[in-house]
């Protein structure tokens, strides 16, 4: 069965500090991966995504996720929070075996200490 | 271009009530999906609708159902409302399939009393 995992449920980083957001997923087919962010109250917001080809992938506000596939891992990086990162992020798994949905981990809250 | 709009942004209905929630995708998308948003069971797929056609389910009662018009407008419907449908209800469209990405609408806050 497909899942998503991400361990942690709370991080917590000071402004400027670097941050690695973990995923771990399992899926049968070829994964394609994804990582949104939600401010409360909010809608998800898509940072990256990754379908093939280079591993390493830069999205939007200045973080980058990297696909290791022997590891089925998709951990998302930061290498300077800012206060204004402090939301809940979401690790996505869709795919080629054609069902048309994400399946979505459980989130990690992030705050962000001045 | 514009978001993907959901209305209303906020509803309070009573138990036993039915609720219809809206979708207006992307223009040119024609995939919408639709997610509940509980504290409790997070993000779980409710449907997937494309041209008008149910493509995807997830596993939810059928008391919840849904549709796809021409225009590619969705809306979702819940009959016979428990206090546990209360949720976030978010609807996301894409161009195609899931290799193209969500957009992910500002949802629809429902309280059931």
């Known amino acids: 069965a497909q899942s998503v995992t991400q361990p942690d449920i709370h991080i917590t980083v000071s402004e400027g500090a670097s941050l690695e957001l973990r995923c771990n997923y399992s899926y049968g087919a070829t994964p394609y991966l994804f990582w949104y962010v939600q401010s409360p109250g909010q809608g998800l917001q898509l940072l990256l995504k990754y379908f093939s080809g280079d591993t390493l992938v830069q999205g939007i506000k200045g973080f980058e996720a990297e696909f290791k596939r022997s590891q089925s891992s998709f951990n998302l990086r930061k290498p300077s929070v800012h206060w204004s990162d402090a939301a809940e992020y979401f690790c996505a798994v869709g795919g080629s075996g054609g069902y048309n949905k994400l399946i979505f981990g459980a989130g990690t809250r992030l705050a962000v200490h001045p | 271009k514009a978001g993907v709009t959901q209305t209303p942004r906020y509803l309070i209905k009573t138990r036993g009530q039915q609720v219809t929630l809206s979708c207006s995708p992307i223009?040119?998308?024609?995939?919408v999906s639709w997610y509940q948003q509980t504290p409790g069971q997070g993000l779980q797929f409710l449907f997937e609708y494309f041209s008008e056609t149910q493509r995807n389910k997830g596993n939810f009662p059928g008391r919840f159902s849904g549709r796809q018009f021409s225009n590619s407008r969705s809306e979702m419907n819940v009959s016979t409302l428990e206090l546990g449908d209360s949720a976030l209800y978010l609807c996301?469209?894409?161009?195609?399939?899931?290799?193209?990405?969500?957009?992910f609408g500002s949802g629809t806050r429902l309280t059931v009393v």
């Open positions: 996301a469209s894409s161009l195609l399939r899931d290799r193209d990405g969500y957009t």
């Open positions: 223009s040119g998308h024609r995939s």
